[in-house]
């Protein structure tokens, strides 16, 4: 049977050191499809079952970020100014949020796939799908909503349409939040899905 622990399997080279741990939540336990990502090398590297990654990376002091499973109610984690110099073990807990999510689309209904959605420093983390749809989590609060382009390989913009930024959008539960791009007047703010408190 496996075990809970796995024994590292990547053998980090000259310059290079292994980042390793557990993506858990805020009762412990292992969010199984979570991304550790470090967007400067480009690289990323996805949880196990019991919420265990390891990656591989050169030497050097980087920005990273943790990406929940899509369309979760865990909110997104990041540190600035992570020195790598040796193997080391780095565990990440992720908080619950309240889930913000809807379909992008142009005034003609059209969907806007792979847009990125941005409520203050929160990002989603994935981009919209076919469909248009998004989802991230965030705590309770009032935030700007900021949906531009997902960009791809060399900075370049996967789609094209005018950024999306709306004000004082007002988050106290789940919420369904439909976004028109295109459109000079944002769309109306809805009222909150569920009013349930986020697990501890």
């Known amino acids: 049977s496996p075990s809970a622990t796995p024994t590292p399997t990547l053998a980090p080279t000259l310059n290079?050191?292994?980042?390793?741990?557990?993506?858990?939540?805020?009762?412990?336990?292992?969010?199984?499809?979570?991304?550790?990502?470090l967007p400067s090398i480009p690289a990323s590297v996805t949880a196990n079952s019991w919420g265990y990654y390891q990656i591989v990376v050169p030497l050097g002091t980087y920005h990273f970020y943790v990406w929940p499973p899509f369309d979760s109610n865990y909110v997104n984690g990041e540190q600035i100014g992570f020195v790598v110099n040796s193997d080391i073990t780095k565990n990440v807990t992720l908080n619950t949020g309240y889930k913000v999510s809807g379909h992008i689309t142009d005034a003609s209904g059209t969907p806007a796939a792979k847009a990125i959605v941005v409520?203050?420093?929160?990002?989603?983390?994935?981009?919209?799908?076919?469909?248009?749809?998004?989802?991230?989590?965030?705590?309770?609060?009032?935030?700007?909503?900021?949906?531009?382009?997902?960009?791809?390989?060399?900075?370049?913009?996967?789609t094209s349409?005018?950024?999306?930024?709306?004000?004082?959008?007002?988050?106290?539960?789940?919420?369904?939040?439909?976004?028109?791009?295109?459109?000079?007047?944002?769309?109306?703010?809805?009222?909150?899905?569920?009013?349930?408190a986020p697990q501890p």
Do not use: M
């Not at 390793?20 to 979570?34: E, F, L, Q, V």
């Open 119 to 158: 409520l203050n420093g929160y990002l989603s983390g994935w981009f919209s799908k076919s469909d248009g749809y998004y989802a991230l989590s965030v705590p309770a609060g009032t935030y700007k909503i900021d949906v531009h382009p997902g960009i791809g390989a060399n900075n370049a913009p996967l």
């Open 161 to 196: 349409f005018p950024n999306y930024l709306e004000y004082n959008f007002s988050v106290t539960g789940d919420t369904i939040k439909n976004i028109v791009i295109g459109t000079p007047v944002p769309t109306a703010t809805p009222l909150p899905t569920s009013t349930l």
């Open 16 to 37: 290079q050191c292994r980042i390793s741990g557990y993506i858990k939540d805020s009762n412990g336990i292992g969010i199984a499809g979570a991304i550790f990502n």
